[in-house]
């Protein structure tokens, strides 16, 4: 089991195993965020957090949406997002550093 949080602890996130691969990309937000993401099935991750804990940022075409604490601010995930009309693959991808 795999246990990661935001800083503050407000947002937490359960993965049942280690990652064999992690992604560093480069585009333009994600660069500037500093993140490294795991790809997971929605069914592998389990996410504990209270309602409204999270706030969800959306660009482009606003297909995918980054998930930051709104507390302390440290982006968490990014998902697919329900409201766009856009079919892409349902995944949950993890920030790394959230160790
Ligand atoms: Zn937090």
């Known amino acids: 089991m795999i246990e990661s949080s935001c800083h503050c602890g407000t947002v937490k996130l359960e993965i049942p195993f280690a ?7 480069n585009c333009s937000i994600c660069r500037r965020y500093g993140v490294l993401w795991v790809y997971y099935a929605p069914s592998h991750v389990r996410i504990i957090a209270t309602e409204g ?12 949406e980054f998930h930051r604490c709104q507390n302390c601010g440290c982006v968490t995930l990014k998902a697919r997002s329900l ?3 856009r079919k892409i693959r349902d995944r949950i991808v993890r920030n790394h550093r959230l160790h």
Request: charged share 25%.
């Open 53 to 64: 804990a999270t706030a969800a940022y959306r660009w482009g075409d606003k297909s995918l």
């Open 19 to 25: 990652p064999e691969e992690v992604t560093d990309c």
């Open 83 to 85: 409201t766009s009309g």
